[in-house]
């Protein structure tokens, strides 16, 4: 038996993407990639002046690209009817309430073209994906990073580096697309680094690669197959409710975020919250700050069995006080952490749905992945998908002959 779900090679996909291409579009071409991501610990606290400690994926979102001479941009995805051309207009660069996927890549357009980077020309653009599509492992980052990378290299955008790959990204998700996420999934799938998970401070953006293959033990994702539906609108709830808390705590000392305050600071100036809402969610913020920190240090320290923990304290924190998880994945988390070999495991991502990670050791990987498809099949008759996480690097060219 083969450990969890295997995707088609880089070679299998361009293959097909080039056919299509040729056909669609024709011409000459170039070929590139961005990352999803997984986020080992740090959940919802990106938009919280807090840290995050995210791997980008092996797999991810593949791009074909050429510049056109008119101002037509077409935008074709294998992974949406076969591939049916979108035909938009650098003119008219605006939200489109039927434009599905293709507003992140506007957007993206969009951003460049707002933050003073006019584009000579359109584009012609064919997508892939392998990331499932709402299962929280940041497809939509994924696709916004890869057309800013296709973007700067057509156009020889020189002063665009990696990180603008991501503020460009974000800044196209937050105010063109109107989701206000942070900056962890853009960020991770332009700066992610081979066998690394990336310790970011969000509040500053300084980083720190660690490494991140374990001797005896890997990442495994499970994927519950349930959608994040609701995860627009309740992420923009708990951010509100974050800025809520903040605005009430700066009465009684002086922060900006929540991310500012110790696990100790926070107990003296709870009381201020009165509603136990706002408590649940301010409490959820900083404690997973403080977990971060703890579990980014046993890591460096080779204690992988305290970081397994506190990614256990993290799954409670995101069910009970930021109410972001589902009873599927609640269900995944809960049978895990009975199962041998397991040293850890969370929801991870935006929530409603998506994925958990688990870090198992080698010896129990099978048997992990065989009784917890059992049981979630027997409770919700659906069928849960693993995928054995392999730190890969950020977005970039592939050079294709
Ligand atoms: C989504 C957002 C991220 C982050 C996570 C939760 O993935 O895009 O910015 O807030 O949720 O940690």
């Not at 049916?84 to 207009?89: H, K, N, R």
């Not at 507003?103 to 969009?110: A, E, H």
């Amino acid at each position: 038996m083969s450990l969890g779900t295997v995707f088609k090679s880089q070679k299998e996909i361009l293959g097909e993407m080039k056919s299509v291409y040729e056909k669609t579009f024709g011409g000459s071409y170039r070929a590139f990639f961005a990352p999803g991501r997984v986020n080992m610990i740090g959940e919802h606290t990106d938009y919280n002046g807090g840290h995050v400690f995210p791997c980008a994926l092996s797999f991810g979102t593949y791009a074909l690209a050429a510049k056109r001479d008119d101002r037509k941009v077409r935008l074709a995805s294998l992974n949406i009817r076969g591939g049916e051309v979108f035909e938009g207009s650098l003119d008219d660069l605006v939200y489109h309430e039927d434009g599905g996927w293709t507003n992140y890549p506007m957007g993206v357009l969009w951003a460049f073209e707002e933050t003073g980077r006019k584009l000579p020309s359109g584009v012609d653009i064919l997508y892939f994906g392998n990331i499932p599509a709402g299962s929280g492992l940041s497809s939509s980052a994924s696709l916004e990073v890869l057309t800013g990378l296709v973007l700067r290299e057509l156009f020889g955008f020189e002063d665009v580096s990696q990180e603008d790959l991501a503020t460009l990204g974000q800044m196209a998700e937050n105010q063109f697309v109107g989701m206000n996420c942070g900056i962890m999934d853009q960020y991770a799938s332009a700066m992610g680094q081979k066998d690394h998970a990336i310790y970011l401070d969000t509040n500053t953006l300084k980083k720190e690669y660690a490494p991140f293959v374990l001797k005896d033990a890997k990442i495994v994702i499970t994927n519950s197959g349930v959608k994040h539906q609701l995860a627009s609108s309740e992420y923009n709830t708990r951010r509100a409710e974050c800025e809520k808390a903040v605005e009430k705590i700066s009465s009684v000392k002086p922060v900006s975020t929540l991310g500012e305050l110790t696990t100790k600071e926070f107990e003296k100036v709870k009381d201020v919250l009165k509603d136990e809402t706002l408590l649940r969610r301010a409490r959820h913020a900083v404690t997973e700050n403080a977990r971060t920190l703890e579990a980014y240090d046993a890591l460096l320290k080779g204690d992988v069995e305290t970081f397994g923990k506190l990614m256990n304290e993290s799954h409670t924190s995101l069910e009970k006080d930021y109410e972001v998880s589902c009873p599927e994945v609640d269900f995944l988390v809960h049978e895990a952490w009975k199962l041998p070999g397991v040293i850890g495991s969370r929801i991870t991502g935006g929530g409603f749905g998506g994925c958990t990670v688990s870090i198992v050791k080698n010896e129990h990987i099978e048997n992990f992945m065989e009784v917890l498809q059992k049981k979630y099949k027997e409770k919700f008759g659906l069928d849960a998908e693993f995928y054995i996480a392999d730190p890969g690097d950020g977005a970039h060219e592939i050079r294709i002959d």
